[in-house]
């Protein structure tokens, strides 16, 4: 069936430093990708998506891009914020739902 | 503004006792989920509703129930029988699945509701 691997947390960065958070999944067909960031304490948000190969997300600075060939779509940001800390969730649309990966933690320090 | 209520935010279960965590949504939404989430497990669907009065379990639907008596509410149960209930509940909604607006729009979520055991 259809999933979503995402790399394993927490990942830990100092203030200004680039970030990668690695998604790549499996599915049938060319499902719509997304992005869910949760704060602490709350519910997740919409942080970016793409719905075809090739199409590149992008909100907050975080970019990611539907790479078919290689079934990945990798959180990137070229400096990261303090306020970036949170839990990030690869997630895949797979008819009535949608399936996510485990999350990954981002703490960055200042 | 539109959004999902859950609520209580905080909720406590004796041995034995069902709870009912509320959702409520004002966006007009066809579809509405929950969700669990455990430390390193992610989210896993519980039950899921397209339609009022219809619902379908998901990975996870033992020891919960729930119902869709109006478009707006989605109220889940966390019954006895449910062995580990601690965790964090997550109530989301959405457009009609399986269509080009569901993909530009996915899941909207509320903030949760920590259930934890006495």
């Known amino acids: 069936g259809d999933s979503v691997t995402q790399m394993e947390g927490p990942v830990t960065l100092s203030e200004e430093a680039c970030l990668t958070i690695n998604c790549t999944y499996t599915a049938t067909g060319y499902p719509s990708l997304f992005w869910y960031v949760q704060y602490p304490g709350e519910g997740l948000q919409l942080l970016l998506k793409a719905t075809k190969a090739d199409d590149k997300g992008s909100n907050k600075g975080f970019e990611a891009t539907y790479r078919k060939e290689t079934t990945s779509f990798h959180l990137e940001k070229g400096s990261v914020q303090v306020s970036d800390s949170a839990v990030y969730f690869c997630a895949l649309e797979a008819g009535t739902a949608l399936i996510f990966g485990k999350g990954t933690t981002l703490s960055v320090s200042s | 503004d539109g959004g999902i209520t859950q609520s209580p935010k905080y909720l406590f279960r004796k041995e034995g006792q069902n709870v009912t965590l509320s959702c409520e949504q004002n966006l007009n939404h066809d579809a509405m989920y929950w969700y669990r989430q455990d430390p390193g497990q992610g989210l896993r669907l519980i039950y899921y509703?397209?339609?009022?009065?219809?619902?379908q379990k998901g990975d996870i639907a033992e020891g919960y129930s729930v119902s869709r008596e109006k478009k707006e509410s989605f109220p889940l149960t966390v019954t006895s029988a449910q062995k580990n209930p601690t965790a964090f509940y997550l109530c989301?909604?959405?457009?009609?699945?399986?269509?080009?607006?569901?993909?530009?729009?996915?899941?909207?979520f509320g903030d949760g509701t920590r259930l934890s055991i006495l």
């Open positions: 989301a909604s959405s457009i009609k699945p399986g269509t080009e607006r569901y993909s530009n729009q996915p899941q909207h």
């Open positions: 509703s397209q339609i009022v009065n219809d619902f």
